[in-house]
Every structure is written in structure tokens, then in C-alpha cells.
């Protein structure tokens, strides 16, 4: 089956760096995405890996490597506002998403 | 980027009527729209995906004839919820490609409340 898994939350400090992973089994694959998601709001785009290797964007980078199934995403610098839900998901062979369930980051001052 | 409109951003209905949900592609053509339900704290569920002309293919447990999807344009479609229940209020999400391995863009969401 198909499957994305992240963590349920995390928590991290103003000002610090913290990696949200996400491990992923896709029939076929087509990239990995990352979206950002405020409470109450829709997804926005962060980023999308499709090859191996790390994706600097600013404060965030995202990481995929496609022989172990895994991607990570990595915040620095952590702002207050940063505090939301963190979506991993998988494009299969379909081009369909298949979402992790989220994981809800804390930023704690 | 790329702008997609939902509308309304808020609804409350009575229980048995029936509601309407917009999704726009306000400067690009969707060749492809989606439609998600989410519920609090947890992630995106996708209940139907629309090809522009041509009639959506729905999830398996989403009832078609209750959640009915028209895709009449590159640039709109739309969402009704018919009959609708308190079970249905939920937060629905829709998004739109341009093509089969671009990102998503998503609307602002639809809050639909049903008293």
C-alpha cells in the first residue's frame, strides 16, 4: 500500500534549527512536496524534491534521497510565525498526492 | 504564482439544504482540480478529482450523489453539497495543476457549518 509517515508534532526554540522527516512508500514515485499549514488556512507550497539531494530555499531546505524512501525538511532560524502543521506528500506513479497526516511544529520563545 | 479563489470562505446552512462551493484558477488553466475534506487535527482527505469536461472520479466512501463535482471550465469548479447534514460540516480544501507533476495550488478552504 501507500503509505507517508511524519511525526505528530514538534517542538523547537525561537531562533533554532529543527528537521521535520517524512519516510515514504509510493507506488511508482514522482517527487516528494512539501506545503506549510496555519490553522484554519489551506496548504501553501514550500518545496518539491524529484532528485536525490538537498533544495535551499532561505530558511528552508528540503532533503530527498530516493533509495531509502525519505525526505526531510529543515527550518533554520525559527520564527515565531513558523508554528503550523508541516505536510509531507508523495506523488505516485498516478501524479496523485498521497498526504502525511502533518506534523504540528511548536516554536517555543 | 498561480492564484486559486474558493468561495465562500464561510458558510452556515440549515440541515437539508444544499450548498455550493467555488474554485477559481484566477491566471492559469486547471487542467486538473481537486477536492478535499478536512477535519480538525488531522490531514487532507481527498474526496474527488476533476478533469475539466469530463466527470470526476470520486474516492472510495465518498458518496457522489451527495458531493457533486462540475468542472465546466479550465478555470472553475465546483462543489455541492447536497442535503447537507451536521456530519458534513468539515473544512473542504480545493487545489488546481496546470499539469500532471506540478504543484498544487490550494484555495483558502471553505468552513461549511451545518445547524
Known amino acids: 500500500g501507500q503509505n507517508i509517515d511524519q511525526p505528530t508534532e514538534m517542538t523547537a526554540t525561537e531562533g533554532a534549527i529543527v528537521q521535520i522527516n517524512c519516510t515514504y512508500q509510493?507506488?511508482?514515485?514522482?517527487?516528494l512536496f512539501w506545503y506549510q499549514q496555519h490553522a484554519g488556512e489551506a496548504p501553501t507550497f514550500l518545496s518539491y524534491?524529484?532528485l536525490d539531494g538537498l533544495e535551499e530555499k532561505g530558511r528552508f531546505s528540503s532533503f530527498l534521497s530516493r533509495s531509502k524512501g525519505y525526505s526531510y525538511l529543515l527550518l533554520k532560524e525559527l520564527q515565531m510565525k513558523d508554528s503550523a502543521s508541516y505536510l509531507c506528500?508523495?506523488?505516485?506513479?498516478?501524479?496523485?498526492?498521497?498526504w502525511g497526516a502533518g506534523t504540528k511544529l511548536i516554536i517555543k520563545p | 504564482g498561480a492564484v486559486v479563489s474558493q468561495h465562500p470562505s464561510r458558510v452556515i446552512c440549515k440541515s437539508g439544504t444544499s450548498v455550493k462551493i467555488e474554485c477559481r484558477s484566477l491566471?492559469?488553466?486547471?487542467?486538473?482540480m481537486f477536492w478535499y475534506r478536512q477535519f480538525p487535527k488531522k490531514s487532507l482527505m481527498l474526496m474527488a478529482t476533476?478533469?475539466?469536461?469530463?466527470?470526476?472520479?470520486?474516492e472510495q466512501g465518498v458518496e457522489k450523489d451527495k458531493f457533486l463535482i462540475n468542472h465546466a471550465s479550465l478555470t472553475l469548479s465546483t462543489l455541492t453539497v447536497t442535503s447537507a447534514h451536521p456530519e458534513d460540516s468539515s473544512f473542504y480544501i480545493c487545489?488546481?495543476?496546470?499539469?500532471?507533476?506540478?504543484?498544487?495550488?490550494f484555495g483558502q478552504g471553505t468552513r461549511l457549518t451545518v445547524v
Open positions: 506528500a508523495g506523488m505516485d506513479s498516478n501524479y496523485q498526492l498521497i
Open positions: 487545489s488546481a495543476k496546470t499539469g500532471l507533476d506540478t504543484e498544487a495550488f
Open positions: 509510493t507506488s511508482g514515485f514522482n517527487g
Open positions: 524534491n524529484v
Open positions: 491566471d492559469f488553466q486547471a487542467t486538473t
Open positions: 476533476s478533469n475539466e469536461g469530463s466527470k470526476a472520479t470520486y
